[in-house]
Nanobody
């Protein structure tokens, strides 16, 4: 199982970025894939997740209405479109995956112990 993030960078407040998570080694049909972020001095938080089983999505309150998660199954890629970025969105963003089993996508996104993680991509939003 491998997850590779890309798309991070430095932007100004109000601008947009699209992160990509290319995955391999597992069938998305059985998994949940999510985006987590960790800012310096803060705990890692799940911000958005998508279910490969039923397409359900979850967004943390801090990003709801600004971020959109989607998947391109043909390309084995999950995207996170981030609009109206704020300085407080500055963090390292990680892609993670785990078998969903009987759990809801919200539960999966609240679970920091997902089985597989990418190395992360840094997003910096200047004011």
């Amino acid at each position: 199982v491998q997850l590779v993030e890309s798309g991070g960078g430095l932007v100004q407040a109000g601008e947009s970025l699209r992160l990509s998570c290319e995955f391999s080694g597992f069938s998305f049909d059985d998994y949940a894939i999510g985006w987590f972020r960790q800012a310096p001095g803060k705990e890692r938080e799940g911000i958005s997740c998508i279910s490969g089983k039923d397409g359900n999505t979850y967004y943390a309150r801090s990003v709801k209405g600004r971020f959109t998660i989607s998947s391109d199954n043909a390309k084995n890629t999950v995207f996170l479109q981030m609009n109206s970025l704020k300085p407080e969105d500055t963090a390292t963003y990680y892609c993670a995956a785990d078998r969903q089993g009987p759990y809801t996508i919200a539960t999966m996104c609240g679970y920091n112990g997902m089985h597989k993680w990418g190395k992360g991509t840094l997003v910096t939003v200047s004011s």
